[in-house]
């Protein structure tokens, strides 16, 4: 049972456009998410984060925005640039006590020159 | 760089094999998890160890075991290995092990079943 899912295999945007990479959750206990980052032959990054209490929380480039009634979270990366082509993972975790973290299985974002 | 060692970076080896992947945490980091990456899959839970002590358990295989050792470095052992258990192992740490931290990772191990 996947309770995180990214439907979204992968994603291709122009330099300079913005890219939105989405995410659902099942479980309702979920109230604190992440996106990790991840490029060939390396380990997932941190990226952002936000917690339930929260609709969106943003960091330069990148936003993060949370829809609980709809259990949809999205990242938004503006402008998007080459370098940003990765792998990008969703996670989610019910809070401080509940120590496991769910990830989806990634969305490839090609970000073409 | 994370901070976060893992070795071996690659492991071929035979079904029905045991094999052990090492991971050292970033110093300071308290907390060490493992976690699974097969093809066309999302990161899988394994395990995570806090100071030397089992916290939490994922979807581990009853073949796999896991510790974590006084000077907090970990180890992942893997036995009886099937060709299904070819994937991407990761190992992160974190300070505290709480829900809502941010994971180190390392660059994983590489684990090939043939």
């Known amino acids: 049972d996947q309770q995180v899912k990214q439907n979204s295999p992968s994603l291709s945007v122009q330099e300079g456009r913005i890219s939105i990479l989405n995410c659902d959750y099942t479980n309702s206990m979920f109230d604190y998410f992440l996106w990790y980052k991840k490029y060939p032959a390396e380990g997932p990054t941190f990226l952002i984060s936000?917690?339930?209490?929260?609709d969106k929380n943003e960091d330069g480039r990148f936003t993060v925005f949370l829809n609980k009634s709809a259990k949809h979270l999205s990242l938004h990366i503006v402008p998007s640039q080459p370098g940003d082509s990765a792998v990008y993972f969703c996670?989610?975790?019910?809070?401080?006590?509940?120590?496991?973290?769910?990830f989806g299985k990634g969305t490839l974002l090609t970000v073409n020159p | 760089d994370s901070g976060v060692t893992q070795t071996p970076k690659h492991l071929i080896t035979a079904t029905g094999q045991r094999v052990t992947l090492r991971c050292s945490p970033r110093?300071?980091?308290?907390?060490v998890y493992w976690y699974q990456q097969s093809l066309d899959q999302g990161l899988q839970f394994l395990i995570q160890y806090y100071n030397g002590e089992e916290r939490a358990k994922g979807n581990i295989l009853e073949r796999f075991s896991a510790q974590q050792f006084p000077d907090l470095h970990s180890e992942l052992n893997l036995s009886s290995l099937e060709l299904g258990d070819s994937a991407l192992y990761f190992c992160?740490?974190?300070?505290?092990?709480?829900?809502?931290?941010?994971?180190?990772f390392g660059s994983g191990t590489q684990l090939s079943v043939l």
């Open positions: 996670a989610a975790s019910s809070g401080g006590s509940n120590y496991k973290l769910t």
């Open positions: 110093s300071g980091d308290l907390s």
């Open positions: 936000i917690s339930s209490i929260k």
């Open positions: 992160a740490s974190s300070v505290g092990g709480t829900g809502i931290e941010k994971l180190f």
